[in-house]
């Protein structure tokens, strides 16, 4: 974990409302509709759709608060059901299909072209996208993470018989755990070694650019909770460090965020000696295909291994991919950074190694890339309207609130960043982000939403000169496709 950021800070909020998130459309049937099935709407909606009308059996589409979720579910192959039947979500599956049965009996259902009521016809919802997706083959598991940007994002481990929460770190190798001997850890939990681990009477220690520890090797049963099956590993049990746990937590401290100690997701070749990287013995097991993927959110997320799941990622469209480089780092080639679709003039070799880290929080750039960024964000108009004369903000952990304009508007008025790499047809890859989904990520204190830099001045460009971390990161399901040496990038609707 490189640890290029700290944890953020704000100013004083602003006296005005702020819009904390975007909206989202609301999923209704029409007003017709709405007076027959008024009486069964509950919870999220449900609209059974086909691929064209009257083909079966259709799939069977939730939508929670205006984000589309494929449900593995399917009508009978009797019910000749239209595009845009909507009817409610209930608690069990069963009912739900009943629903659709007794819904289609009661007319809740229109075709585009057989509207319920000409003058209120039922709005086209559109299907969540439905592929292909050019993912990789597998058996995805997914689990949740917890925490944000800035402290970092964290899945349950059990290590010998206990569970921690430990950081996901792609830019490291070890997993190391607070232990029982130490006495300046000050976490909610602690490591103590169990009949089946075993001391391997070596030392080891890592440093960041924030914080360092030093602990025991021990080996013993380490799990991801949720994916089977455990491994034995040699970790670090951590008994001294110095900056390295933070509690301060998510949305300045207002959502509790503590890890006690690190899972490195790294290649091996970043594992310290003596120690195992947790992937490698878990892909080695032959149990789990070697392939996991994030999906990072302003707050929590979800970690997939061993394939991906396109419906619980809710992936909006099909995967592209750059190549793997030869490095200690998953490292990318970055060949163009363009802002408002303009490049900076910047190559390749300016950019140098560009590693791909979880446990890094901004996009770190080399001094020449950060300077030439950071004018040209703070010389748009929308940046004086938002932030005023606040220039060399850009870079630092202080947070600043915006009263004049949503997240929309500042998604709006605010020029995207485009990150380019090559992909596998020898064409190229653009990634193109929103101001929030980059450079200004959001996050929300008492109902204000204050927004930090994403972007960093890396003056340490000895080993990875850039750095993609989670601010470029949002907005997609980045996948690590081990197996093909490959980056694949897929945007989801996942995260609000």
């Not at 409610?88 to 009943?98: D, E, F, G, H, Y």
């Not at 103590?192 to 220690?205: E, R």
């Amino acid at each position: 974990m490189r640890r290029t950021e700290a944890s953020y800070r704000s100013t004083s909020p602003r006296n005005a409302s702020v819009s904390p998130a975007r909206t989202r459309p609301t999923m209704t049937a029409s007003s017709s509709q709405a007076s027959m099935c008024k009486g069964a709407t509950k919870g999220a909606t449900l609209v059974v759709q086909t691929r064209r009308p009257n083909v079966a059996p259709p799939r069977i589409f939730a939508y929670e608060r205006g984000r589309p979720v494929v449900a593995p579910l399917f009508a009978p192959r009797h019910l000749k059901v239209r595009k845009g039947l909507v009817v409610s979500r209930t608690s069990s599956p069963v009912a739900w299909i009943l629903g659709v049965v007794a819904l289609h009996g009661l007319g809740c259902s229109a075709s585009p072209g057989d509207p319920a009521d000409a003058g209120n016809a039922a709005p086209d919802v559109g299907a969540p996208y439905d592929g292909p997706f050019d993912l990789p083959d597998g058996h995805p598991v997914t689990v949740p993470l917890s925490g944000c940007a800035g402290p970092g994002y964290a899945a349950n481990f059990e290590v010998g018989s206990e569970t921690f929460q430990l950081t996901v770190d792609t830019g490291s190798g070890t997993l190391a755990v607070a232990s029982n001997q130490c006495t300046n850890c000050d976490v909610s939990k602690v490591y103590t070694p169990g009949a089946g681990a075993v001391d391997q009477d070596q030392k080891t220690s890592d440093s960041y650019v924030l914080g360092s520890w030093t602990g025991e090797i021990f080996s013993d049963a380490v799990k991801l909770v949720g994916v089977a099956p455990s491994v034995k590993l040699d970790f670090a049990a951590i008994d001294s460090q110095s900056g390295f746990f933070n509690d301060g937590g998510c949305a300045f401290g207002a959502t509790p965020f503590a890890p006690q100690g690190i899972a490195g997701f790294g290649p091996p070749g970043l594992a310290k000696q003596g120690t195992d990287a947790f992937l490698t013995k878990l892909f080695g097991t032959g149990a789990v295909p070697d392939v996991f993927a994030v999906e990072l959110c302003a707050s929590g997320g979800q970690l997939m291994v061993g394939g991906i799941d396109p419906a619980k990622g809710s992936l909006s469209g099909a995967v592209r991919y750059t190549q793997l480089m030869s490095s200690s780092y998953y490292s990318v080639k970055l060949t163009d950074l363009q802002l408002g679709g303009m490049s900076l003039g910047y190559g390749e070799s300016d950019f140098g190694t560009t590693a791909v880290d979880t446990g890094t929080s901004v996009l770190a750039l080399p001094p020449a890339v950060f300077k030439s960024l950071s004018s040209k964000i703070e010389s748009a108009a929308a940046f004086a309207t938002c932030f005023g004369s606040m220039t060399g903000w850009l870079g630092t952990t202080t947070c600043l609130s915006c009263p004049s304009l949503s997240r929309d508007q500042i998604d709006a008025q605010f020029p995207t960043l485009t990150l380019s790499f090559p992909d596998a047809a020898g064409g190229t890859l653009s990634l193109e982000l929103k101001a929030t989904d980059s450079y200004l990520p959001m996050t929300t204190s008492d109902g204000t939403a204050f927004y930090c830099s994403g972007i960093y001045n890396n003056q340490n460009e000895t080993e990875a000169p850039t750095i993609l971390g989670s601010a470029a990161m949002m907005g997609h399901v980045v996948i690590f496709d081990l197996a093909d040496s490959k980056l694949g990038f897929a945007p989801q609707t996942y995260c609000p």
